[in-house]
């Protein structure tokens, strides 16, 4: 069972006040995109697979969920631009209330990366630009994923679409969820903006560092005035190259964004993707740290990007961060909190099942630590 640590020195399994939520520890289930939300309605047997992760005190964050209907990017992920959805997530929400935990939404558009077959009417996907994506491996290794060129947003549409990411988040609170979360990383369509790889534009969206944050920030703004600022957080992952999303100066984006942030008094910056995670699952050595942005933001930092449970206990004990998001290790153990507090086994996990729509298999069948040894 290792050690017989106590909670005490486990800074992981310590409490923590992130706004008005009072948590129980800082392990925290990272959005992970499971893809089994049939035709984008979000499915019963998600309340079991919630459900299971959940601990008194502890904070969950739902699989990145769309706010319309081009905003998807894969078959048979969930959205929340419909009544029927809104409908969908609220046993979801409830089940994971009824266990004491805390409950935000991710909420995403992903722009580009996507094709004309998950788009209304067959159109182009939209972006900030029209440059095209190159054909990418899926998460599980496995799948190719095959992009259609996208329509570059003309700037009086851009509106709307901050329009829709205010109403997805007034419709997340509708459904219960304790706040959401801002998908901005990751060469989604809000990185498309931020990143000078892709934004190529030349109106107020574009160029200046200013002008490349702004759809961001109008974002976050819109969704402070709608459901208020404790209620909100962001993902950002500015040096992250995912989907050819790159920036030339990250540090400069991402204390940019921390200190605009700042004015809105959001409740966290999450998921400061790590510097070491630029490829999807792929750790690398790298000079570069969150440590700017840790400084620059005043606001609950949770950190992500393939920890464990040492490197997570270091970066709290070290004060690198206040939270740490756990994705894979989550999905395959249900009770992550509890065996990280005894330095139990961790159940492996199965990447081929990640994305495949069974409703168990890969989903709700990892074992618990009861059963496990």
């Excluded at 067959?122 to 491996?137: E, H, R």
């Excluded at 008094?265 to 510097?275: K, Q, R, T």
């Excluded at 894979?328 to 990280?340: E, G, I, Q, S, T």
């Excluded at 139990?344 to 618990?368: E, H, L, M, R």
Aim: charged share 20%.
């Amino acid at each position: 069972m290792g050690s017989a640590s106590t909670p005490a020195n486990i800074p992981l399994i310590t409490p923590y006040k992130m706004g008005k939520f009072d948590l129980s520890h800082r392990v925290v289930l990272a959005p992970l995109t499971r893809r089994r939300s049939y035709h984008n309605v979000p499915q019963p047997h998600a309340i079991l697979y919630y459900s299971q992760r959940t601990s008194k005190g502890g904070l969950l964050i739902a699989e990145a969920t769309g706010v319309s209907d081009t905003a998807q990017e894969y078959p048979d992920t969930p959205g929340i631009w419909t009544k029927e959805q809104v409908e969908a997530w609220k046993p979801i929400v409830n089940a994971v209330h009824a266990k004491g935990g805390v409950f935000f939404c991710q909420i995403w558009h992903v722009g580009r990366v996507s094709n004309s077959g998950y788009q209304p009417n067959g159109q182009a996907p939209i972006s900030s630009t029209d440059k095209p994506l190159a054909p990418q491996i899926g998460a599980n290794g496995i799948d190719i994923a095959q992009f259609t060129p996208p329509r570059r947003l003309r700037t009086d549409e851009i509106p709307q679409i901050v329009n829709d990411f205010r109403v997805a988040a007034r419709n997340a609170i509708e459904a219960g969820f304790d706040g959401v979360e801002i998908h901005g990383a990751n060469g989604y369509l809000i990185d498309q903006f931020l990143k000078d790889q892709v934004n190529d534009r030349t109106d107020k969206y574009g160029g200046s560092l200013e002008n490349r944050c702004r759809f961001a920030l109008e974002v976050v703004e819109a969704i402070v005035d709608e459901i208020g600022a404790d209620r909100v957080g962001i993902r950002l992952s500015p040096f992250a190259d995912y989907m050819e999303s790159g920036d030339s100066n990250p540090e400069a984006l991402g204390v940019y964004m921390a200190e605009s942030l700042n004015k809105y008094g959001i409740l966290y910056y999450h998921h400061m993707v790590e510097p070491r995670m630029q490829k999807v699952g792929e750790m690398q050595e790298t000079p570069r740290s969150l440590v700017l942005m840790r400084k620059a933001f005043k606001g609950t930092l949770i950190v992500a990007g393939g920890y464990d449970r040492e490197d997570g206990n270091k970066a709290l004990a070290e004060n690198r961060a206040d939270l740490v998001a756990y994705g894979r290790h989550f999905l395959a153990n249900p009770d992550l909190p509890k065996r990280f507090e005894l330095n139990a086994p961790i159940n492996k996990y199965n990447i081929q099942t990640f994305c495949t729509s069974d409703p168990v298999i890969g989903y709700t069948d990892y074992p618990f630590l009861e059963t496990s040894i």
